[in-house]
C-alpha cells in the first residue's frame, strides 16, 4: 500500500497564456491548459500528478479564458486519492510569469510554493524536488531537463560518410522544465510585470541563491507548445 505524505506546501500554476503557438488545437475557444491528451485536459493531468505527491491546494493564476476555465473546475477538484482545493488568482492585464507569479503571492500561505506552467506533462517525483530543496534553504529551485532535438541528428566521418541516424536525440543541455520552487519571501521580489527567466532568475543567480534539480530521462516531460508537441503527447503520455 503506499502512504501519500500530505504537505502544507501550495502550488501556483500559470495558465494565462494566450497558446497562440497551439491556435490550430484550441481555436481561441479553449486555453491552452484546458485542451484534452488522453481523455483529460493538461490542467487536470497537473493536479493529479500534484496530488499524487502531496499537493491539496493549487492557485491557479488565470486570464485568458478565465471564466472558461473556473466553470469547468470549480472551488475543487477530486482526484483518485484526494479533493484539491482551487484558488483562483485572476490578472487585470497581461503581466508576464514574473508577475502572474507576484500577483497571486496573497494567496500563498506556506512558507514555500511550487510554481509550475499550465502546459508541462511529467511524472517524475516531486517528493524528491522538494525534499532537495529543503535540504538546501535556498531561495529557490529549478527543475531542469534534458532537451530533445526537435530534428533528427546524422552522425558522420572524416570522410563524410553517414555511420548513424538518431531520430530527435536527447541533447547534453539542461532546459528548464517550467517547475520551480521558491520560498514565499521572494515572491515580492519577482517582477510586477514581465517575465521570471530574465529577471528574478538572473538576480538569484547570481546570488548564489538559486540551485537546480535534474530531471532524469527515465520520467516522462514534455512542454505542450505546438500542435506538434500535442500530437506526439497524445501518442506517448504515459500518465501521472
Not at 148 to 161: A, H, K, T, W
Amino acid at each position: 500500500m503506499i502512504t501519500f505524505s500530505k504537505f502544507s506546501m501550495e502550488a501556483i500554476i500559470l495558465c494565462g497564456g494566450l497558446g497562440t503557438r497551439i491556435r490550430t488545437i484550441t481555436q481561441d475557444s479553449i486555453p491552452k491548459a484546458m485542451v484534452k491528451i488522453k481523455g483529460k485536459t493538461i490542467l487536470e493531468w497537473e493536479i493529479e500528478w500534484l496530488n499524487k505527491h502531496g499537493i491539496v491546494h493549487v492557485i491557479l493564476a488565470v486570464r485568458h479564458l478565465a471564466d472558461y476555465i473556473q466553470k469547468k473546475l470549480g472551488d475543487s477538484y477530486q482526484t483518485e486519492i484526494d479533493k484539491v482545493k482551487i484558488t483562483y488568482s485572476r490578472e487585470p492585464k497581461k503581466l508576464g510569469s514574473g508577475g502572474a507569479v507576484r500577483f497571486a503571492e496573497k494567496h500563498v500561505s506556506d512558507e514555500h510554493v511550487i510554481i509550475m506552467n499550465g502546459d508541462v506533462l511529467t511524472n517524475y517525483n516531486l517528493k524528491e524536488m522538494i525534499s532537495a530543496h529543503l535540504k538546501k534553504n535556498l531561495a529557490g529551485t529549478i527543475g531542469v531537463s534534458m532537451m530533445r532535438s526537435p530534428y533528427g541528428i546524422v552522425e558522420f566521418d572524416d570522410n563524410l560518410m553517414i555511420s548513424e541516424f538518431k531520430e530527435k536525440p536527447l541533447l547534453n543541455h539542461w532546459i528548464h522544465s517550467g517547475i520551480d520552487i521558491f520560498q514565499k519571501k521572494v515572491l515580492l521580489s519577482f517582477p510586477e510585470k514581465g517575465q521570471m527567466e530574465d529577471t528574478i532568475f538572473v538576480e538569484l543567480a547570481k546570488k548564489k541563491e538559486l540551485s537546480v534539480f535534474k530531471i532524469e530521462p527515465k520520467y516522462y516531460w514534455r512542454s505542450i507548445d505546438t500542435t506538434k508537441d500535442f500530437q506526439e503527447a497524445e501518442k506517448d503520455w504515459p500518465g501521472v
